[in-house]
């Protein structure tokens, strides 16, 4: 429980020292920076690690059999990249909005557009990693297909077929996980503080 839960606990209580109401919508003001600028720092870092690891795993001997899968695959990056960008400046956007504003009305609205960019964000992560699944299990098959002899080559693309959906159903789950330990509670926290403010401006 944070300090913002016991003064909003101990509210009531006559042996609590009263704080004025714009105080508490100073800490919920400043509280919800904070939370926001964690989420830009995040998303930041998990795109520092994506770009580090496509670099460690670039190859530079060329493949005339998968042309089509690299101008595919590039293709990819480059949307990918773009809408992550896109995503991190609107963070960065509502962090800045929350961080100079004075009016509730602004932050209440940047709360709210916050929470949607958070919810589109790990959902297009979740597509892309479910894309980019079965793009590298199609160019797998399409190799063994292509040097493989039936019913040898069937037999191998079976059981990758197999394993890749086990470890596919895994590394989702792992992913779910993690957003939930990270975005989830931190938009959990700004839903706190937007309920918070709408009771603390209603008219008495």
């Not at 429980?1 to 003064?7: E, I, Y």
Request: charged share 20%.
């Amino acid at each position: 429980m944070d300090g913002l839960d016991l003064l909003k606990k101990h509210w009531d209580n006559d042996n609590f020292p009263k704080i004025d109401k714009e105080e508490i919508k100073r800490m919920r003001y400043k509280s919800s920076s904070s939370i926001v600028k964690w989420i830009f720092i995040i998303s930041v870092i998990e795109l520092a690690v994506g770009l580090l690891l496509s670099f460690c795993f670039i190859t530079t001997e060329p493949d005339e059999h998968a042309l089509l899968y690299d101008v595919v695959y590039n293709i990819y990056n480059v949307i990918f990249y773009l809408v992550i960008g896109y995503f991190i400046y609107k963070f960065f956007s509502s962090y800045r909005n929350i961080r100079n504003t004075t009016s509730t009305k602004v932050l209440l609205k940047t709360i709210l557009d916050t929470r949607k960019h958070v919810n589109n964000y790990i959902q297009f992560n979740i597509y892309c990693i479910t894309f980019a699944f079965v793009l590298v299990s199609i160019e797998k098959i399409v190799v063994t297909l292509t040097n493989q002899l039936a019913p040898k080559a069937y037999y191998i693309v079976a059981s990758f077929i197999v394993i890749v959906l086990l470890f596919y159903a895994l590394f989702l789950y792992i992913v779910r996980l993690y957003y939930k330990f990270l975005y989830r509670r931190l938009v959990s926290k700004l839903d706190n503080n937007y309920e918070e403010l709408l009771k603390i401006d209603e008219p008495a």
